[in-house]
Every structure is written in C-alpha cells, then in structure tokens.
C-alpha cells in the first residue's frame, strides 16, 4: 500500500491582520497580487511578515502596499539592499483600481489589508474597503457578540431541562 502524502499545514495563509475587522467596519473585499523581490519570497516562506499596522494607499493611479513588515533572513545575499518596510506595488485590473479610487476619494474609505496568502505559487493580499469605528461602535459590537454567546448559553441550557 501506498502512504499518503502528509502536509505539515494545509492552510496557505501566511499573515492575518485580526485587529482590523475591530477598528473598521469593513464594506467591499478586493484582491492583489504583489510585486516582491527574491528575498521577501524567501522570508514569506519563511514566516517573517507582519501586516498588522498596514494599509492599501493610492499614488499616482497605482496602489501599494505601505506597513507590511518582510523581515530578512540572517543568510540574506550582502550585494541586495534589504528594506523590510519598502513599499510594495499591487497588482490590480483597472477596473478594480478606478472602484477603489472613488470610493477612496469621493466616500472617504480607507483600504485595510487583512490577510496575505498563497494561491498557486503566487502571494495575494486580500484587502477591504473600510470605515474608522468609533469606541461606540466598538463597544456595541462586543456587547452584541456577548448576548449572542448568552443567547447560546441559554437556549443550551432550556433544551437539557427538557
């Protein structure tokens, strides 16, 4: 019999940004390519990124990536100039680029990054639209999320009574 191939980890995530979905209401999903160089491929594989305080801007009708920390490997090449926070170009159609230029300038929204990934040999970030919450609206999102563990909590609690 043949054994089956095992994976370490199935999952091709390679970053999450988890604070992002509390500090912004988040409204319309795009995703990019982005433009690396060698070593950021090496370290992504590796496992030394870091998007939590990243965010999408527009500059001169293109989108980079601004935040995104690459950290370099200690066995980086010495000739490459290694920049952990440079930043990097995403790759968008101009249709997706022209949608999130007027929601950006007219709307007012701000484009969050949260979460980069693998798909085929190819690294992805995945990017919303956003809004700013206020602590208001913080705090009735954490209210509503509790009731509706209570809620369970309850309805489990009722259905064993019977």
Not at 1 to 9: F, L, Y
Not at 89 to 105: S, T
């Amino acid at each position: 019999m043949a054994k089956k191939k095992s994976k370490s980890s199935n999952s091709n995530t390679i970053a999450l940004n988890k604070k992002a979905r509390h500090n912004y209401s988040l409204t319309d999903k795009f995703e990019g390519g982005m433009s690396l160089q060698g070593w950021e491929i090496k370290s992504i594989r590796s496992g030394k990124v870091n998007i939590s305080d990243c965010y999408v801007h527009i500059k001169d009708r293109e989108a980079y990536l601004l935040g995104a920390e690459i950290s370099p490997l200690n066995a980086a090449s010495s000739h490459v100039v290694c920049d952990p926070n440079r930043d990097r170009k995403l790759l968008l159609n101009r249709r997706e680029l022209d949608k999130i230029i007027a929601a950006v300038e007219r709307d007012g929204y701000s484009l969050i990054a949260t979460a980069m990934y693998w798909k085929a040999c190819w690294v992805k970030l995945e990017f919303y639209l956003g809004k700013g919450k206020k602590d208001h609206d913080k705090r009735s999102d954490i209210k509503d999320r509790e009731w509706a563990v209570d809620k369970g909590r309850l309805m489990k609690n009722k259905n064993l009574d019977r």
